[in-house]
């Protein structure tokens, strides 16, 4: 009787964890946008009104490479808006925007080193390394990949092919 008393009450949690989780699947439906705006309340209810958005940078798109092994290469595009911060203030890489992929001070090493005339930055890590590199302040690139698959020669031949934007002026 205790044995069917303790599978009951488990079968209850369980269907209630399920139910749960498919509650909080649904309410997943918030873009991006809306957890933003949400975001930017709490703080101007928690600071106040004289704290100021600075910047927004987003991964604009990212593009993915693989050859017949399987070894893939991400090429991600890095879009940083400006709202009260001066864009003027960025000179070579932007390393705050790399922080949207990677932590560049958690890398086992950093080369620093020039793609075409832009400043550029390989940051090896474990697995995978990122050569990174900012067109303008606005905008910045990452190629990430796995050295053992790819050598960082062959990367930064990648890199130094890419063209810069055509912007309207």
Same mark, same amino acid.
């Given at each position: 009787? $205790?044995?069917?008393?303790?599978? /009951?009450?488990?079968?209850?949690?369980?269907?209630?964890?399920?139910?749960?989780?498919?509650?909080?699947?649904?309410?997943?439906?918030?873009?991006?946008?809306?957890?933003?705006?949400?975001?930017? /309340?709490?703080? $101007? @209810?928690?600071?106040?009104?004289?704290?100021? %958005?600075?910047?927004?940078?987003?991964?604009?798109?990212?593009?993915?490479?693989?050859? +017949?092994?399987?070894?893939?290469?991400?090429?991600?595009?890095? %879009?940083?808006?400006?709202?009260?911060?001066?864009?003027?203030?960025?000179?070579?890489?932007?390393?705050?925007?790399?922080?949207?992929?990677?932590?560049?001070?958690?890398?086992?090493?950093?080369?620093?080193? +020039?793609? +075409?005339?832009?400043?550029?930055?390989?940051?090896?890590?474990?697995?995978?390394?990122?050569?990174?590199? &900012?067109? &303008?302040?606005?905008?910045?690139?990452?190629?990430?990949? /796995?050295?053992?698959?790819?050598?960082?020669? @062959?990367?930064? +031949?990648?890199? @130094? /092919?890419? @063209?810069?934007?055509?912007?309207? %002026?």
């Amino acid at each position: 009787m $205790k044995k069917k008393l303790i599978i /009951s009450l488990i079968a209850v949690i369980i269907v209630l964890g399920v139910a749960f989780a498919i509650g909080a699947l649904v309410k997943e439906k918030d873009t991006l946008q809306d957890m933003i705006i949400r975001i930017e /309340s709490a703080i $101007k @209810e928690v600071l106040g009104d004289d704290v100021k %958005k600075q910047t927004e940078t987003v991964v604009a798109g990212t593009l993915k490479y693989a050859d +017949k092994e399987g070894n893939e290469i991400n090429y991600h595009i890095l %879009k940083t808006t400006y709202y009260e911060a001066d864009p003027s203030e960025i000179t070579g890489l932007n390393v705050d925007a790399l922080g949207v992929l990677i932590n560049p001070d958690s890398a086992n090493r950093c080369k620093e080193m +020039k793609i +075409k005339n832009w400043d550029a930055a390989l940051y090896e890590f474990d697995e995978h390394s990122y050569l990174c590199w &900012t067109d &303008t302040p606005e905008i910045s690139y990452v190629l990430e990949y /796995s050295p053992e698959a790819v050598p960082d020669e @062959e990367i930064v +031949k990648m890199a @130094e /092919s890419a @063209e810069t934007l055509e912007r309207n %002026k």
